[in-house]
């Protein structure tokens, strides 16, 4: 039987072809190809400085260590996104803790987020870094995020891993405009694959240094930052505990020739989005709200079903939907219920719009690689498991 995935990557021969001059050059780690993938994206979101790495994991944790992140600090994101966005703090040994979403978009709620930070201020425990999480690939309302940034001192890390290609108001996510850096995954299931891989923007030259070394075991080149005397042309120091976090250049020439498509991808993923939202318009389901304020990349397509009007379970109609070979997922399980976070102390009924929207949603496949035939069947199956 046909298997419809919920995401998938798209390749073409030029990215085949990029990859193998790679292949075939001087260099597959640490060459040229880094610095033009990491060019290209900086210069289509209009941030001044991009920083490659090896996943989106990497990508936000090197980001919280720039920001300073320490054991005494906190850090806050949504509940409604993968485990990494939080565990990047706990990486830092900082506590983690979540601000409940919005009801319309999924995203980190800034009325919840404001007053949450009201509480905080009054009991000494403001977080040190937010990471608004831009959920589907729809960006979350940042110029709040920005302002309350300003008014309490918090450092924004955009999670971004589903959202390049999208925009905020007139700028491109990743604009760094809103915030202090950003964060883009490129693994398969995302908009532009690098097969793993990541990447840290900033327009501040500061934060970039930092995640230069971070990403490579805090290791400099660079004399005015050297402690000391200078011994050689062979010289480097150590001057911070980094990692070796680096992209490969056979996965920059990848990503540097997916980026050729990036528009045309995200234009592919509205298309199919507008398809979905005439064709299922009557069945029993929320569809995706769009804020007027974003254009959304559209990593994600989740419907949520409406309890009251549907007689089977949510669990019963995914299943009937995997049993029709559609790769249907949910995103996300709460991450403040994950096992780990309960033992940290965080409870069911902690974040209850997060919680009952998990008990609601699924996502359904979309990508850019998508054929109409594929789309039909699943708009057909979903009517009839629905029906
Ligand atoms: C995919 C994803 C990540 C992690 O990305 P990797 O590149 O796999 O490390 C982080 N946050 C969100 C919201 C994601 O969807």
Known sequence: MKYIPYGRQDI???DIEAVIQVLQSDWITQGPAIEQFERKIAEYCGAKYAVAVNSATSALHIACMSAGLGPEDILWTSPNTFVASANCG?????AVDFVDIDFRTYNMS???LKEKL???KIEGKLPKVVVPVHFSGQSCEMDTILMLAKEYGFTVIEDASHAVGGSYKEQKVGSCVYSDMTVFS???VKIVTTAEGGMVLTNKRELYEKLIRFRSHGITRDPELM????HGPWYYQQIDLGFNYRMTDIQAALGLSQMERLDQFVTKRHAVAEKYNKELQNLPVVLPWQHPNTYSAYHLYVICLEENKIVKTHKQIFEELREAGIGVNLHYIPVHTQPYYRQLGFEWGDFPVSEYYY???ISIPIYSAMTDADQDYVIKTLKEVLA
Do not use: D, L, M
């Open 359 to 361: 008990s609601t949603a």
């Open 118 to 120: 009201i509480n905080a």
């Open 227 to 230: 402690i000391g005397e200078i």
């Open 12 to 14: 073409n021969q030029a």
């Open 110 to 112: 800034v009325e919840k």
């Open 90 to 94: 706990r990486y830092c040994g900082a």
């Open 186 to 188: 490129f693994h398969p």
